[in-house]
């Protein structure tokens, strides 16, 4: 049976159509903590929100207040609420150096019966500890043929993060066990499309369980993993995409607490859309256009501190980053586009100057640096101050690998076959430049606590070798 792709541009985008339309009175969010995009937050820190009426507990639990963590997956912990305020506890400490997200559902309500009458999202990054930054390598693994692109994250809720690495050459996806102290059992191998790339994690279903999302490149479709909670995955689930995907992102976008899968498509320059049915199952994709040229990369964040996830797009064609806001009766409206400073093949966002506004950084790969653009006002991005590194960078990733409380970034070189490693001041100023060698080329990295020992270690993946190198953070 085949499947009619519908376009729509941006303006009126399916998102118009799906998103939940706001109510005339509604519960407000007065202030959270940790505030948005905040850095270095204790691991064991509990979440606060403050409404402007009181909450009727009866309409709390993990389903209305949900907290997960990139690394960590779905977080667990207790409720509590006073009046209006409401708290959070997670019942462990979250992973080291973990970018964070908090949905408050539209179904929470006052005592009066009125409901919140949307999501409300904000993100954090907890702290890691200070490191030495001398990397030590301690194994290799073999996950298949031409590894590219990997998640580092809890598969299997026991608290240590795992690995899963698809196998562009195998079309596969290999899935890595932690025992704890950063040594890996396995691989399980689970058949992918053609080409399997990037990777990222969620919880599809509802089920508190991690789930993944890998884009095909060349069958053109997304192979999605639904979790069994052991570490173990369902069969794929395929869903065709636009031409040569190239990111993954996740999106609500009618506030129902079901994230939409968004993915980013080089070759057919437009993004797809995916509707959650709630049971980790998608309608067929739908088609937008933006106006940039060869979108790559797609992100899902609080650009404009308002509470509403907004979209934000780098571009492979267009040599640029583009954010759109989310508007209060659910539209997207581009607030503003930076240059950045190359063609883009991946970013990561994070907040690099301490001030509170969403930044992003790209691996501008045939100009052989990293672009750092940061927000001059919420939702709006300055042209990118671009930093040099080894060969055709294709991948950059953000964390606190020296334990000071501010993000640095790593970019992984292709041909220069290293990994380019540059602090950050705290003020979004970058240096202290440090090379890592590949064996071959560097193709991604993973910026995570591997061993426990609340520092940032790095995978590495190298695809022409068909390793993945693990590169302890020792003092």
Known sequence: MSVRVRRVALAVLLLTALAAAPSARALEVVTVRPVNHSLAVARDAAVLVLFDGEIDPATVDETSFAVFGRFTGPVEGTYQVAGARMRFVPVAPLAAGDQMTVRLQASLAGTDGVALGRTWVWNYWTASAPAGLVFTETAQLEPGNVPYGAHGGDLDDDGDLDLAVPNEGTDDMAVYLNDGSGVFAGPVSYPAGNTPSPIEAWDLNGDRIVDLVVANLFSDDLSVFLGVGDGTFEPEVRYPAGGGPRGVGFIDLDGDGDLEVLSSNRDSGDLSVYHSRGDGSF?????????????????????????????????????????????????????????????????????????????????????????????????????????????????????????????????????????????????????????????????????????????????????????????????
């Open 283 to 475: 309608d067929p994709e739908r088609r937008v256009d933006t106006p940039g040229s060869r979108e790559t990369a797609v992100v899902g964040t609080d650009a404009t501190g308002d509470g509403r996830e907004d979209l934000i797009v780098g571009y492979y064609g267009s040599t640029e980053v583009r954010i759109f806001a989310r508007t209060a009766d659910g539209r997207f409206e581009a607030t503003g586009q930076a240059a950045s400073g190359g063609q883009v093949w991946q970013m990561a966002v994070g907040d690099l100057n301490g001030d509170g506004l969403v930044d992003v950084v790209t691996a501008n790969s045939s100009a052989n640096t990293a672009g750092v653009l940061l927000a001059t006002a919420p939702g709006v991005l300055a042209d990118a101050v671009t930093y040099p590194t080894d060969g055709f960078p294709i991948a950059i990733d953000l964390g606190d690998l020296d334990g000071d409380g501010d993000l640095d970034l790593v970019t992984s070189n292709f041909t220069g076959g290293t990994w380019t490693i540059y602090l950050n001041d705290g003020a979004g100023n970058f240096g202290d430049r440090r090379e890592l060698p590949a064996i071959a080329s560097g193709s991604c990295a993973v910026l995570h606590d591997r061993d426990g020992d609340g520092d940032l270690d790095i995978t590495g993946i190298d695809e022409n070798a068909d390793r993945v190198l693990l590169l302890r953070n020792d003092d």
